[in-house]
Nanobody, 128 residues
Framework: QVQLVESGGGLVQAGGSLRLSCAAS????????MGWFRQAPGREREFVGT????????SYAESLKGRFTISIENAKNTVYLQMNSLNPEDTAVYYC?????????????????????WGQGTQVTVSS
């Protein structure tokens, strides 16, 4: 049974940093992209970033480049989202997701329906 379990959310002051974790289990994810999405109150879920587990290539939402970074620790089967210079607009539930990669293609899944597995989400609240 595939499981993606996020952790690390919480309350942080504006300007601070937070690192989210996503523990992946139940299958091998070497042929997957691991992505992060977020959903703020009253808004649709939006793409944050994604990384190819094998190649390490990544892509981010344009508005978040330079502040958010995804990394993968193979030994722990864990995906991280490092978030810096947080502001109240970053308040949201953050979701980890896994999308089957396309062999031989430099492609990044950015749409929700491209992701097969989802975590339950972790709340991040940034106070002003």
């Amino acid at each position: 049974q595939v499981q993606l379990v996020e952790s690390g959310g919480g309350l942080v002051q504006a300007g601070g940093s937070l690192r989210l974790s996503c523990a992946a289990s139940g299958r091998t994810f070497s042929s997957y992209h691991m992505g992060w999405f977020r959903q703020a109150p009253g808004r649709e879920r939006e793409f944050v970033g994604t990384m190819n587990w094998s190649s390490g290539r990544s892509s981010y939402a344009e508005s978040l480049k330079g502040r958010f970074t995804i990394s993968i620790e193979n030994a722990k089967n864990t995906v991280y989202l490092q978030m810096n210079s947080l502001n109240p607009e970053d308040t949201a539930v953050y979701y980890c997701a896994a999308s089957p990669s396309r062999v031989g293609s430099v492609w990044f899944p950015v749409l929700e329906h491209e992701y097969r597995y989802w975590g339950q989400g972790t709340q991040v609240t940034v106070s002003s």
